[in-house]
């Protein structure tokens, strides 16, 4: 367990242990290394597993009542919202025009639907699949891992991605 990391374990951890100076004087004079098949025998034996690690919930505030709040305010405007929106069907065909609605300037205008659409690209994804002890428990984590990258676009119905010239 002392050389586990952050409750991960690997049988190379454990070949690499036993390598070390000090088992190996503990072990004796005719000690030697041992095989990596061995070492996961060992884990075996010892309550480990090779296997996909139990999944928590993630901690990332969705729920909280501020938040909760503000998504069914949210949700009101946007019916409204929507009474403003060309409605395209799946294959790009109109079904709806609105006819704008007043301002008081007295122009009449709709609106159109700007999406954000972003993917977000981790250096270090969390292993699928690892050695975890029985004992273990699933526990509530942070989402994501490392350093990361953003790639990020604005689309539209009417136009498709929001660009500035040839960018």
Known sequence: MEIAKNGYIC???IVDYVATPEVQQRLGTRARGIHIQ????WLHKLSWQYRQ???????????HEDVVEYR???VERWKEYEKCFVIYNNDRTVVSIPT??????GVRFRLILVTHDESTFYENDRRKTLWINNNTK?????????????????LTSEWGRLKNGDE
């Open 38 to 41: 061995t070492a996961q025998q």
């Open 72 to 74: 069914k305010g949210f």
């Open 53 to 63: 690690k139990r999944k928590g919930m993630y901690i990332d505030g969705h729920e």
């Open 138 to 154: 699933a526990v509530a984590e942070k989402k994501g891992e490392g350093q990361s990258i953003m790639v990020s676009e604005f």
């Open 11 to 13: 049988a190379q951890d």
């Open 100 to 105: 704008g609605f007043p301002v008081p300037q």
